[in-house]
């Protein structure tokens, strides 16, 4: 018994741990079983086929490529510049179109184009876009709306419901759902936009579309605007069934069927009440029947229903037509009714008085808002940005700065983009540069666009300001501000401008060796070019050339052209036929253009070597794709000018005109030099009488210059000085400090140290003379041609020249020889 009771306590000793073990061991073959059937083997790459996967990596990856694929071709410019955030020159694009391809816009394109408006805010663009709003229907802007949304960027959604209003879209619920949805995290800028979107629907919202905005401002957590939805939700009556039926029938364009519906419920006995009737009002303004509305606005006057949505509602019809004036007009009845006009009643005159370019009415408008206790806001304070156009209405900048201030207004990213266009537009770089530093202190620093981050470059960069340009770029950097193409563009733009090429090249190596890459463009590497190509580094114009080709960058005609001209003024010709081969070798081929030609044969001038550039003009001739133009025909003869080729300049010349080439005054003053070198004056005196009177133009003074000139190699000074005194009867050209310095020089080389004095006093209208004068400012002479006078004069004719000097308030040459001396006004002369 005692056996049989140990043998029982064992085995239930046991018992347990061998389930374990057998549990264990379970689970160990299940994963050995699964990890052999899991297990693949990989198949080693060929040699081939791992060259392939690396050529494929570095390939420049193709964004939207499947969209493009959907997309009809002669859209795809304007879808690619849409999507490169390049507003501007995709409405551009859009006006190149013809009738026919603007209807049959794809919503997808013009979804993406009102993206990118959103996104730009530039308010320059919005005559543009008026032009081409009948092509932006309410489809593409709820899709627009649903990628705004979904970045929950309030300036893009709040600027999509502008651009809403401008083109007359109806603004669905779904739309302005979303647009509230976009506001999200900005409770501010929401409570607007809902107290906007009551004040516009006024009682025409349905109570479905009233919940679901307090349920995405209750998302937002914003309880105090979801309140005041709730409160215009109580006070809707029950004639707001009626007015939604006349109002969907009015969205829908089909102003018959509102009016019946309006009809029927008049016919069955109710009393129509001021909802209705405006709801009747708007039907007939969506339907463009302004003659209709009006009617139905005096019948509501004379039963005492019209209030400001009314007034308001008319106002609309009018501006929409463009009738500014009658809207003033109903404006002043609001008044004489004793109804107080609303803020969307001053934004709509203002914006109208604004677009019509009446700046004075404008801020009269502004002046009669704040008589009425309505104060200004960020609308209105855009709206009057927009009327700032230039230099002299830059005071009014910090007017504007005043409204915000006395409002308690804080800029937010669509203020500040149209705050800062107008102070590019103004000049008044001093101003935002302030500005944009005090938003940078404040505790909430005001997240700046991309667009307005590169309009500001662009700005600073062409003021020469190099270190506000770098500290913008370091700025947008931290604060993570998306990087556009255009943007990177101004920043390559601004420093190459400001001789800072290896910056630039550094920030475009950056970006390639980032995610960025596809930012960079044809453009942006043809600035670079420029850059190099300005500062003479020609090692660096090929090295970029040869990068462009290994990363795949397509090369344009500009580009080529650009480094052709960069090869032209660093004398590396010999560079010339590689850059050739390499246009003809692009897929697709690049076609040389006449500039091409001309930079080549000007190059090849440059060099000394004519003759290959005779024989490019010949090859260019055979091709019979580009006609030679005046700027080729005038290199090729200043080529021959340097090199004293008299005969193959005139025949050039006789070229020129069988070619019906018109010349300028340039190739005059090549000829005037040419001529007068090979001792044929007379030839260049007759060229410039025929010229001028066979081509109906005027000789300048440069050409006259030119012939002073020849008449002094000539050894005919006097006739050079009788040249000057016709010119300047004649009146058809002043002389310049050139011709006084090529006359003075003339004299002193022919040892005429009597008429070189005469000319000097000449040039500098002092006594003593017996030239004729020039009108208004003397012109004086180049300050080393003076030194050399002074050195050959006598003790006596020195003292004598320098005391006149003296007399007429001029800086005395003997003190300062190496200046050309101070220009003052004296009263003309005349002999």
């Not at 690619?80 to 179109?97: I, T, V, W, Y």
């Not at 733009?493 to 970006?511: G, P, Q, R, T």
């Not at 590396?572 to 897929?587: A, Q, Y």
């Not at 005969?647 to 005059?668: C, I, Q, W």
Request: aromatic share 6%; charged share 25%.
């Amino acid at each position: 018994m005692a056996s049989i009771s140990m043998m029982e306590h064992v085995s239930e000793v046991l018992s347990p741990l061998t389930s374990e073990l057998l549990m264990f061991a379970l689970a160990a073959l299940v994963y050995v079983l699964a990890s052999r059937s899991l297990t693949v083997p990989v198949k080693k790459k060929s040699g081939k086929e791992i060259e392939k996967d690396q050529r494929k990596a570095a390939r420049p990856r193709q964004p939207w490529k499947k969209e493009m694929e959907e997309t009809a071709e002669v859209y795809h410019e304007i879808l690619q510049l849409a999507k490169g955030g390049e507003a501007s020159r995709a409405l551009s694009a859009m006006k190149r179109l013809d009738s026919a391809t603007k209807l049959a816009l794809p919503s997808q394109v013009a979804t993406k184009v009102l993206l990118a408006l959103a996104k730009s805010q530039c308010k320059s663009l919005t005559k543009d876009f008026l032009e081409l709003s009948g092509h932006f229907d309410l489809r593409s802007f709820e899709a627009a709306s649903i990628e705004a949304s979904r970045w929950r960027n309030a300036a893009c959604c709040r600027e999509l419901y502008h651009l809403a209003g401008l083109a007359s879209v109806h603004k669905s619920e779904k739309f302005l759902v979303l647009l509230v949805r976009g506001h999200s995290n900005d409770h501010k800028a929401m409570h607007s936009l809902v107290e906007d979107i009551l004040a516009e629907g006024a009682s025409k919202l349905s109570r479905a579309f009233l919940d679901s905005l307090v349920t995405q401002c209750s998302g937002a957590k914003n309880q105090d605007t979801a309140k005041i939805i709730q409160e215009h939700e109580n006070s809707m009556g029950d004639t707001n069934r009626q007015a939604r039926i006349i109002s969907s029938f009015g969205k829908e364009g089909n102003l018959d069927a509102a009016v019946s519906a309006f009809q029927r419920w008049t016919d069955s006995g109710a009393t129509p009440t001021v909802i209705v009737y405006n709801c009747l009002l708007d039907a007939c303004i969506e339907c463009k029947a302004l003659p209709k509305a009006l009617k139905i606005f005096e019948e509501m006057k004379e039963q005492s229903l019209a209030d400001v949505v009314s007034y308001n509602t008319i106002m609309k019809g009018h501006l929409m037509s463009h009738d500014t004036g009658a809207a003033e007009k109903v404006f002043m009845q609001m008044h004489q009714a004793g109804l107080t006009p609303s803020r969307v009643t001053y934004h709509a005159l203002l914006n109208a008085m604004v677009c019509k370019g009446d700046r004075t009415g404008a801020w009269r408008m502004v002046t009669e808002m704040k008589s009425q206790g309505i104060g200004a806001t960020g609308i209105t304070c855009s709206i009057l940005l927009k009327s700032i156009n230039g230099r002299s209405q830059g005071a009014e900048l910090s007017t504007i700065l005043s409204l915000l201030e006395e409002a308690d207004i804080q800029m937010d990213e669509v203020l500040f983009g149209g705050f800062a266009d107008a102070c590019i537009r103004s000049g008044n770089l001093k101003l935002l540069w302030k500005q944009y530093q005090q938003l940078l202190k404040t505790g909430q620093p005001v997240q700046v666009s991309g667009p307005t981050y590169g309009n500001m470059i662009k700005a600073f960069g062409q003021a020469q300001d190099v270190q506000s340009v770098q500290d913008l770029w370091k700025h947008m950097r931290e604060q993570q501000v998306r990087l556009t193409a255009v943007t990177l563009g101004c920043m390559v733009e601004a420093l190459v401008s400001n001789n800072h090429v290896a910056e630039a090249w550094k920030i475009v190596n950056d970006a390639w060796s980032s995610d960025q890459r596809e930012l960079l463009n044809t453009v942006i590497y043809s600035t670079i070019v420029k850059g190099f190509t300005m500062s003479r580094q020609h090692d660096q114009v090929i090295a970029v050339f040869k990068e462009m080709q290994e990363r795949g960058i397509a090369c344009n005609t500009v580009t080529y052209n650009t480094m052709l001209n960069g090869l032209a003024r660093c004398g590396m010709m010999h560079e010339v036929p590689e850059l050739l081969k390499g246009m003809r070798d692009s897929d697709p081929p690049v076609q040389p253009d006449i500039i091409t030609y001309s930079t080549i044969v000007k190059g090849y001038c440059i060099a000394g070597d004519v003759d290959r550039a005779f024989a490019l003009l010949d090859e260019m001739k055979k091709l019979g794709n580009v006609k030679p133009d005046e700027v080729l025909y005038n290199s090729l003869l200043d080529g021959c000018a340097k090199q004293s080729r008299v005969e193959d300049a005139l025949k050039l010349l006789e070229e020129m005109k069988r070619e019906g080439v018109v010349p300028s005054n340039y190739t005059l003053s090549i000829l005037c030099k040419l001529l007068g070198r090979g001792r044929r004056l007379e030839q260049a005196f007759e060229i410039v009488k025929t010229f001028t009177e066979e081509y109906g133009f005027k000789a300048n003074i440069q050409v006259y210059t030119c012939l002073m000139q020849a008449c002094i190699h000539n050894r005919q000074c006097q006739r050079a000085l009788s040249l000057h005194d016709q010119v300047v009867k004649d009146g058809v050209c002043v002389p310049d400090t050139k011709t006084y310095t090529v006359m003075l020089r003339g004299c002193l080389q022919a040892g005429l140290l009597e008429k070189a004095l005469a000319v000097t006093r000449c040039a500098y209208h002092l006594p003593g003379h017996d030239l004729r004068e020039t009108d208004g400012w003397y012109q004086g002479v180049d300050g080393s041609a003076l030194e050399d006078l002074l050195a050959s004069l006598t003790s006596e004719q020195r003292e004598s020249l320098v005391k006149d000097f003296q007399k007429q308030g001029i800086s005395c040459p003997s003190q300062s020889l190496d200046k050309a001396p101070r220009r003052r006004h004296v009263a003309p002369r005349h002999h």
